[in-house]
């Protein structure tokens, strides 16, 4: 991986209370192709590389999903230059996970897994992807605080970490006690509690997995009823919620939703927020409810209808063996 961690910036190896270069050989590097008619490819890209943590002795790994999801083909990278094909078995949308399952055994011991309530705010902490030490941070949990992603996707308590890791996609957040607490998704300027503009990364706590992992590992997807998906971006400024963009052929380009328009209500309801936007909306029923939407477009008001959908069916699925 490029953009190596400055040396005063990786953690001091002496005032650490376990082995960190055992750990990070836990860290490995995911190499993942996409075909070119995937739903996601115009996107995300067709190759995706970024890092990912071991977390059984089967050599099950945890990443973040967008690295691997309608992968063809997987290549997993270990510490000691080991390098094996490896299946995406399951996925989660809500929370961002993605686990890859190696075809071959690995060498690197699986991370235990951290309970985040005992991650406080201004802790420290290891923000470390494939490479070494070359590629660990030493950081600070700068908060615990909700995070809006404009694809419809809500983490209820995010952890961001500062300052910002250059190769963030899939990286191990580390304890000081040597567990796993989070996996790396974003690069960030907006952290709760910090200054505009200060740099940071948004880390997905690994209490989501817990719950799910034995569901995911089983059959490639979370049990529980899919939310409503409307397969729009959405914005915020201080005076409207715009429609930023849509995917073809999802629920919102087919009811004709349009970049640019201004949203005035959903079912009635008056969003503030995209937050408050995306939870009415999942809160009205499960994939498939119709959900009615008013716009601003060019100066006129537009009444749709979109017929939400199980995003899960527009997405290749994952393997099962």
């Given at each position: 991986?490029?953009?190596f961690?400055?040396?005063?910036l990786?953690?001091?190896?002496s005032?650490l209370n376990?082995?960190l270069g055992?750990?990070?050989?836990?860290i490995v590097?995911?190499?993942?192709?996409?075909p070119?008619d995937?739903f996601?490819?115009e996107?995300?890209?067709t190759?995706?590389?970024?890092?990912?943590?071991v977390i059984?002795?089967?050599?099950?790994?945890?990443?973040?999903?967008?690295?691997?999801?309608?992968?063809?083909?997987?290549?997993?990278q270990?510490?000691d230059g080991?390098?094996?094909?490896?299946?995406?078995?399951?996925?989660d949308?809500?929370?961002g996970?993605g686990?890859?399952?190696?075809?071959?055994?690995?060498s690197a011991?699986?991370f235990?897994?951290?309970?985040?309530d005992?991650l406080?705010?201004?802790?420290?902490?290891?923000l470390?992807?494939?490479g070494?030490?070359?590629q660990?941070?030493?950081t600070k949990?700068a908060?615990?605080s909700?995070?809006?992603?404009?694809?419809?996707?809500i983490?209820e308590e995010?952890?961001?970490?500062?300052p910002a890791h250059?190769n963030?996609?899939?990286?191990?957040?580390?304890g000081?006690?040597?567990?796993?607490y989070g996996?790396?998704?974003?690069?960030?300027?907006?952290?709760p509690?910090?200054?505009?503009?200060?740099e940071?990364n948004?880390?997905?706590?690994?209490d989501l997995l817990k719950?799910i992992?034995?569901?995911?590992?089983q059959?490639?997807?979370?049990?529980?009823?899919?939310?409503p998906w409307l397969g729009?971006f959405?914005?915020?400024n201080?005076?409207?919620?715009?429609?930023?963009g849509v995917?073809d052929?999802?629920?919102a380009?087919?009811a004709?939703?349009?970049?640019g328009d201004?949203?005035?209500?959903?079912?009635?309801?008056?969003p503030?927020?995209?937050g408050?936007?995306?939870r009415h909306i999942?809160?009205?029923?499960?994939?498939?409810t119709?959900?009615?939407?008013k716009?601003?477009?060019?100066?006129?008001?537009v009444?749709?209808?979109?017929?939400?959908s199980?995003?899960?069916?527009h997405?290749?699925t994952p393997s099962?063996?």
């Amino acid at each position: 991986m490029s953009s190596f961690i400055p040396t005063d910036l990786q953690p001091d190896i002496s005032s650490l209370n376990f082995d960190l270069g055992e750990r990070l050989k836990s860290i490995v590097s995911i190499k993942a192709k996409i075909p070119d008619d995937a739903f996601t490819a115009e996107i995300l890209g067709t190759e995706r590389l970024g890092h990912g943590a071991v977390i059984s002795e089967s050599g099950l790994i945890v990443t973040i999903g967008y690295i691997v999801t309608e992968a063809e083909s997987i290549w997993i990278q270990t510490d000691d230059g080991q390098v094996v094909a490896g299946d995406l078995i399951g996925y989660d949308y809500e929370s961002g996970f993605g686990l890859v399952q190696p075809l071959g055994a690995l060498s690197a011991a699986p991370f235990q897994l951290g309970n985040c309530d005992d991650l406080p705010e201004q802790a420290s902490a290891i923000l470390a992807g494939f490479g070494g030490a070359e590629q660990a941070l030493k950081t600070k949990i700068a908060s615990k605080s909700e995070f809006v992603g404009y694809w419809e996707y809500i983490v209820e308590e995010a952890i961001y970490t500062a300052p910002a890791h250059p190769n963030w996609g899939g990286a191990a957040l580390i304890g000081e006690d040597g567990k796993l607490y989070g996996i790396g998704s974003l690069y960030t300027q907006e952290i709760p509690g910090l200054a505009p503009g200060d740099e940071g990364n948004m880390v997905v706590p690994i209490d989501l997995l817990k719950n799910i992992l034995e569901e995911l590992q089983q059959y490639g997807q979370t049990l529980k009823p899919a939310r409503p998906w409307l397969g729009m971006f959405a914005a915020e400024n201080e005076e409207n919620l715009i429609v930023a963009g849509v995917y073809d052929n999802a629920p919102a380009h087919r009811a004709d939703l349009r970049a640019g328009d201004q949203i005035i209500s959903v079912a009635d309801t008056t969003p503030r927020t995209l937050g408050e936007m995306f939870r009415h909306i999942w809160s009205m029923g499960p994939a498939g409810t119709l959900i009615p939407i008013k716009v601003n477009r060019d100066g006129q008001e537009v009444n749709v209808e979109v017929e939400s959908s199980d995003r899960r069916t527009h997405w290749r699925t994952p393997s099962l063996h």
